[in-house]
């Protein structure tokens, strides 16, 4: 079945440096992606999110970039910070329901 | 707002023990989400709401689990039995429509001895 995955389950960044996370999916039908940010013990937290009409858009430190012809998803942070440490999501939309990603958790290094 | 309220944090109860979860949503988000996290599998979604209405619940997993939501301010998931391999992060997510933001509760860790 058509899914959303994440190429990368860790990455460990060094504070100041940008980050990218990717995100591939298969739903060619897909028109609304979301990244979420997981704390260890804490909800779901929003980030940012995308629709398919659009192939970049930023928020406060955050880009996310959407590449249509390849199903792909990306997520950068910029001037990483330790409180970036977290397990990030994408999620797309499959049919009026949010399917998530597995997680890639990111650690920034002092 | 105080955001997406969810009680208890914690439970821990033994199998064969109904166990409630409870979710206050956002005040004015017409949709309400249930999730439930394990290392496995991941984040699933269990059913969602629309004005009080159950939509989907194709995520639930068997007839022990049920879902209420009397009305817009309250929403239940009970298991009845629990069972061992129910232990996992329950989220509730309330958002203003579909194909928006849905916004998290702090989740209920259930544990299942």
């Known amino acids: 079945g058509e899914s959303v995955g994440l190429h990368l389950p860790t990455l460990s960044v060094q504070e100041g440096d940008n980050s990218i996370i990717n995100c591939a999916y298969s739903n060619s039908a897909s028109d609304y992606f979301i990244w979420y940010k997981q704390e260890s013990g804490k909800g779901p937290q929003f980030i940012i999110d995308i629709r398919s009409n659009m192939d970049k858009r930023q928020g406060q430190r955050v880009t996310v970039l959407l590449n249509k012809t390849v199903k792909h998803l990306s997520l950068q942070i910029a001037a990483t910070q330790p409180g970036d440490s977290a397990v990030y999501f994408c999620a797309e939309d499959n049919d009026y329901k949010l399917s998530f990603g597995a997680g890639t958790t990111v650690t920034v290094r002092a | ?113």
């Open chain 2, 1 to 113: 707002d105080a955001g997406v309220i969810q009680s208890p944090r914690h439970e821990v109860t033994e199998m064969g023990q109904e166990v409630t979860l409870r979710c206050k949503p956002i005040s004015g988000h017409d949709y309400l989400f249930w999730y439930r996290q394990t290392m496995m599998r991941g984040l699933e979604l269990l059913i969602y709401f629309n004005n009080n209405v159950p939509i989907d619940d194709s995520g639930m997993p068997e007839d022990r689990f049920s879902a209420k939501m009397p009305n817009a301010s309250f929403s239940t998931l009970k298991i009845q039995p629990s069972e061992p391999r129910d232990s996992a992060v329950y989220f509730c997510a309330s958002s203003l429509d579909l194909k928006n933001i849905q916004y998290f509760g702090a989740g209920t860790r259930l544990s299942v001895l």
